[in-house]
């Protein structure tokens, strides 16, 4: 008979939740650990994923780096290799391995630089190098942009390439410098010198400088780490953009410059930004532009339609005016008429003013004015009256001269029968008809042969 290990209170967990238990607790107190140690039995399955074991004289631990965090790495990392490796301590549940989730690796060689680089970057920041108080406005719209790099470089082309598209209008120009060596911080020095010099000596200054180059391990970029070429940077009068490596990539002149882009790309980019807008703000209104145009010309071409269905044929016109004359001849008698009758009222108070009065004076005078007044609203009626009965006339010469029994003043007849319709064929009549010729002045009698 066995002896019952576990106690009443003991709360019993399956294989698994031990596993998760024992995950949690490693992620969450070795959530960013740097370990290292010799690479060895690497493997690289299609998946993208990097798997190896990282021993030392004392121990081992399996490794794993997915393929998000090893697809931007500028070395292959190899059986053999020292290497300094950055993650967090985890636990494959499924079968319960201890391993470690690497989330960035280098060469261990490159450990004093990254010692040197963090000892560079404490010094200047601590000296006010990258405040941002002291930094350059990168202008809107540059009219000459300079690149300084290697005019091999891919950089170099991308860039190139990337401002004449977005902005055409705008000058590139190059100072070439060396971007990888032992020296070639002194010929980045030389470089940003010598647009010193061109701006001191040309009208088409140049407005911004791009710093760049494409990416690489931590000693290709160290000359972008160098104090004294930071220090140049900093004074530098002219707005500078650092675009060096990736975007996992850092320098100490990412931070000594004015602005700090991922990629060279990204730099050329930012430089043409507000071209670019414009351009595509330009071809908006252009759009707009003509959109409004058609709107514009559809709704002329509805205005003349309308128009058209208003206007009136010359006949109902001419119809139209006389009977407007007409009314306006009516309207004017009517108001000599009432004017008339006015005056006459007024004439009338007048003499019984005069006979109550008896005022002989005052009634010449009154008499003479009464005249005066009639008279000259006479003449105005007349005026008007004769006026009107012009443009009558002239309308009547115009009607008479439209009417087709005006051609009878020329010579011509028309040739009616006993019905006095007119006979428009020789068909239309017979031998012996009688038939009657209209004239311009009389009528004569014509019998039918």
């Not at 190098?129 to 891919?154: E, G, M, R, W, Y």
């Not at 705008?170 to 010198?193: K, R, Y």
């Not at 602005?259 to 670019?276: D, G, Q």
Request: hydrophobic share 35%; glycine share 4%.
């Amino acid at each position: 008979m066995t002896s019952n290990i576990v106690d009443q209170n003991d709360e019993i967990i399956s294989v698994g939740e031990l596993n998760r238990s024992a995950k949690y607790l490693l992620e969450k107190n070795f959530n960013n650990v740097s370990v290292i140690g010799e690479i060895s039995n690497l493997s690289r399955p299609s998946s993208g994923h990097i798997y190896f074991t990282l021993k030392d004289e004392d121990g081992a631990i399996r490794c794993a780096m997915f393929k998000n965090r090893n697809i931007n790495l500028n070395f292959q990392p190899q059986d053999g290799d020292q290497c300094l490796l950055k993650g967090q301590v985890s636990i494959y549940t499924a079968r319960g391995d201890y391993q470690l989730i690497v989330s960035s690796i280098q060469p261990a060689g490159s450990g004093n630089l990254m010692q040197k680089f963090e000892e560079l970057k404490k010094k200047l920041e601590y000296e006010g190098l990258f405040d941002p108080k002291n930094k350059l406005q990168i202008p809107h719209s540059p009219k000459h942009i300079c690149v300084v790099t290697s005019s091999s470089t891919a950089a170099f082309q991308d860039i190139i390439s990337t401002i004449k598209r977005r902005a055409p209008s705008s000058q590139v120009s190059i100072s070439e410098a060396t971007v990888q060596g032992d020296n070639a911080h002194v010929s980045i020095i030389n470089a940003l010198n010598r647009i010193m010099k061109f701006n001191e000596n040309n009208k088409n200054k140049i407005d911004v400088v791009v710093l760049t180059r494409g990416g690489g391990s931590i000693e290709d970029l160290w000359c972008f780490n160098n104090e004294d070429l930071a220090r140049e940077i900093h004074a530098f009068p002219i707005p500078t953009i650092s675009g060096v490596g990736h975007e996992i990539d850092f320098t100490i002149c990412d931070f000594v410059s004015d602005l700090r882009v991922p990629t060279p790309t990204a730099s050329a980019e930012v430089v043409t930004e507000f071209n670019f807008n414009l351009v595509d703000k330009l071809n908006d209104l252009k759009i707009e532009i003509h959109k409004s145009f058609l709107d514009l010309t559809e709704n002329l071409n509805q205005k003349i339609i309308l128009l058209k269905t208003k206007l009136k044929s010359p006949n109902a016109l001419l119809r139209e005016k006389s009977q407007k004359l007409d009314n306006v001849e009516i309207l004017f008698q009517k108001h000599q008429q009432i004017i008339l009758s006015n005056k006459k009222g007024i004439v009338n108070d007048l003499y019984s003013e005069l006979n109550l009065k008896n005022p002989i004076t005052k009634l010449n005078n009154l008499t003479n004015k009464l005249n005066a007044l009639s008279e000259k609203l006479n003449l105005m009626l007349s005026q008007k009256i004769n006026n009107r009965r012009n443009n009558l006339d002239n309308l009547q010469k115009s009607i008479s001269i439209l009417n087709p029994l005006s051609i009878l003043d020329r010579g011509y007849s028309i040739i009616l029968n006993k019905k006095g319709s007119a006979i428009k064929s020789s068909k239309d009549v017979n031998k012996g008809e009688n038939l009657k010729a209209r004239l311009s002045k009389g009528t004569i009698d014509i019998e039918v042969k």
